[in-house]
């Protein structure tokens, strides 16, 4: 077979496998990159023989760095800025002391247990510290845990991955100066790190504000091309990057996603949409040709030292390198729990060992092949682990419930404000979004947290956190604004609760139904009839204890007085919206605002229950 045409198929069959994989993993509900690491060693020369990524030559590094940049980007730019700030000091601790710690276990793991030479075993304990946001951030979307849990383990995905590659590459020329590959100084080790990382930040910085600037002027780059004018501009950061200093490419990449992300470019997220569906088709392609490049043999010489390894790696390393950076955390101990459980290895890993094989090997250098299957071992094991058991340990831990669940309220007038209050107070993250600045300042002089924007549009949506939200209530003295914005809810961002306030005169029932939403507080009520009262009547919260006449039966079909207005039903220590096909149950709480004395309130409740 000429030489174009079997490129041309193992190409075509690494994409087409690793897209069926993606499928695949998606309907059985488990990590795709387990499938996608099986469907290459299968599909590759030691079994099946369709995917030969030695027809690639050192196009293969080409196509991996490529795809690593686009990969690394999204990520950053998916991060939220604001989240992260609030788990700061655990991320910190994560790529400064976990990174250590784990650099100097995982060598004495790949020492004592792999069987490793001491330069080997420091080149995997480097390669260890990276986890990668090409695992962790779909991991992440299948598993309901409270916001700041999340934020921890993406910022420390997204930016452990240059830290700890670049750190490997580092040791790397540390390894290879030893061994008289070539020439080596101290200072040229130190610089072959932080000159890594500040090269590589720089370029990102520039590339990400002259991008910005081309974005901002509509005149400029027609709509249609903003995608690919942004997917060239980080390939032309990433390759300048790393013409500078090898490898100085990570960094640039992530720099330029952080930095990109906080000019509020238009259209933003259509640009995010369009890196995430390269990141998928980049993962795709890559761990399938990358495992296919692995020869069966030699990881069966691996053998079980190579799964003891991995193991020792997930069940002591990753939760005494948490242990040590997040000690002064205010995180309980099941929340370090599963911020220690969550430590899969992901294409940074496999890439980087990859470069590692063909470096060591081009030096005269034994093992790295070696290295190479235990590496592609402990990716295996670790995102099997993670990826099969995080949903269930979430829940055994009590962090798969409300609390910490990000709601967003669309308005930040009184009603609005109350409910942001009782939904903050019973554990929920919760952001108002209103257009009249004055409303969100007062929400802010309540403690709320409040942005200035309209929710209408998908960007403002986007930047609250729409993507991830739980619930969204949206509670303006417009109904046809509510219910607008709960449609742009369910249709762009999917989000699984979505409740409007609607009045009697304007938009009907079944419309609410239609946008895929429910009635907010289980009727229509008039609007500004009720935010008048909370500002200047007497309104008093009521928390009432649900009776057994009122289970099973929905708000909507209750006929509560007109003076009470259920806010929030407290489960337990959840906390949700009240809305109209919601059924209440014995040993249940409902807060209701009330416009009547407490007595007068408790009385009528108990008329209706009792008949």
């Known amino acids: 077979m000429p030489h174009e045409q079997a490129l041309l198929l193992s190409l075509a069959w690494a994409v087409g496998l690793g897209l069926a994989a993606q499928l695949l993993a998606h309907r059985l509900r488990i990590p795709a990159i387990v499938l996608l690491l099986v469907t290459g060693v299968l599909a590759g020369p030691s079994v099946l023989g369709w995917v030969h990524p030695e027809h690639l030559g050192p196009g293969l590094g080409v196509l991996v760095k490529l795809a690593v940049a686009v990969i690394l980007f999204e990520g950053a730019l998916s991060l939220r800025l604001e989240d992260l700030r609030r788990a700061a000091a655990e991320v910190r601790g994560l790529i400064t002391v976990g990174v ?50 999340k934020a921890i383990l993406e910022g420390e995905a997204i930016l452990i991955d240059p830290v700890g590659a670049v750190l490997a590459v580092a040791l790397m020329d540390v390894v290879l100066g030893l061994s008289g ?22 370029v990102g910085v520039a590339g990400a504000l002259l991008l910005s600037r081309i974005f901002k002027r509509h005149d400029w780059v027609p709509l249609e091309l903003r995608n690919l004018v942004a997917l060239a501009s980080v390939w032309v950061a990433f390759a ?137 071992v402990t990716i295996f094991v670790t995102v099997t682990l993670a990826g099969l058991t995080a949903p269930y340990l979430a829940r055994l831990l009590g962090l798969s419930g409300q609390a910490g669940k990000l709601a967003i309220v669309v308005g930040a007038g009184p009603l609005a404000r109350r409910v942001g209050k009782l939904l903050g107070e019973h554990g929920r993250q919760v952001v108002l979004v209103d257009r009249n600045q004055s409303l969100v300042w007062a ?22 956190g729409a993507d991830e939200a739980e619930t969204l209530l949206a509670a303006t003295t417009n109904p046809e604004v509510n219910v607008l914005a709960v449609a742009i809810a369910r249709e762009e961002f999917h989000t699984a609760r979505a409740y409007p306030v609607i009045d009697e005169k304007g938009v009907s029932a079944g419309l609410v139904e239609q946008v895929g939403g429910q009635i907010a507080f289980g009727r229509p009520i008039d609007i500004r009839d009720w935010e008048h009262a909370l500002n200047y009547e007497p309104v008093s919260d009521l928390v009432w204890d649900v009776p057994d006449e009122f289970s099973g039966r929905t708000v909507a079909s209750l006929e509560l007085p007109g003076f009470l207005l259920p806010l929030v039903r407290l489960r337990g220590e959840e906390a949700g919206i009240v809305h109209a096909r919601q059924t209440w149950a014995r040993g249940e709480r409902v807060v209701f605002v009330s416009r009547k004395p407490e007595e007068e309130a408790l009385a009528a409740l108990t008329a209706l229950a009792q008949g």
């Open 443 to 464: 929400a802010r002089r309540a403690g709320l947290e409040a942005v200035l924007g309209n929710a209408l549009e998908e960007d403002t949506l986007a930047s609250l």
């Open 100 to 149: 250590l710690v784990t650099l100097v276990l995982a060598t004495l793991a790949a020492r004592l247990v792999a069987g490793f030479s001491w330069p080997l075993a420091l080149l995997f304990g480097s390669l260890m510290t990276v986890t990668g946001p090409t695992v962790v951030q779909p991991l992440l979307r299948r598993v309901r845990v409270p916001r700041n849990l």
């Open 240 to 376: 300048a990057a790393e013409a500078m200093q090898p490898e100085a490419g990570l960094m640039a990449a992530v720099a330029m996603g952080l930095v990109f992300q906080r000019s509020e470019v238009p259209e933003e997220r259509r640009l995010r949409h369009f890196k995430e569906q390269l990141t998928v088709l980049g993962i795709s392609v890559l761990f399938v040709l990358l495992a296919a490049d692995l020869p069966l043999a030699v990881v069966r010489a691996a053998g079980w030292p190579a799964v003891w390894t991995a193991l020792l790696l997930a069940l002591v390393v990753r939760p005494l390198a948490v242990a040590a950076a997040t000690w002064r955390s205010p995180l309980s101990w099941r929340e370090k729990f599963f911020v220690a459980w969550i430590g899969p290895r992901g294409i940074i890993a496999a890439s980087v060992a990859s470069l590692f094989a063909l470096a060591l090997q081009g030096a005269g250098i034994p093992g790295g092949e070696a290295l190479l299957a235990v590496v592609f």
């Open 181 to 202: 590959a070539h020439p080596l100084s101290w200072y040229g080790a130190v610089w072959a790190y932080f000159g890594r990382l500040l090269t590589g930040a720089a």
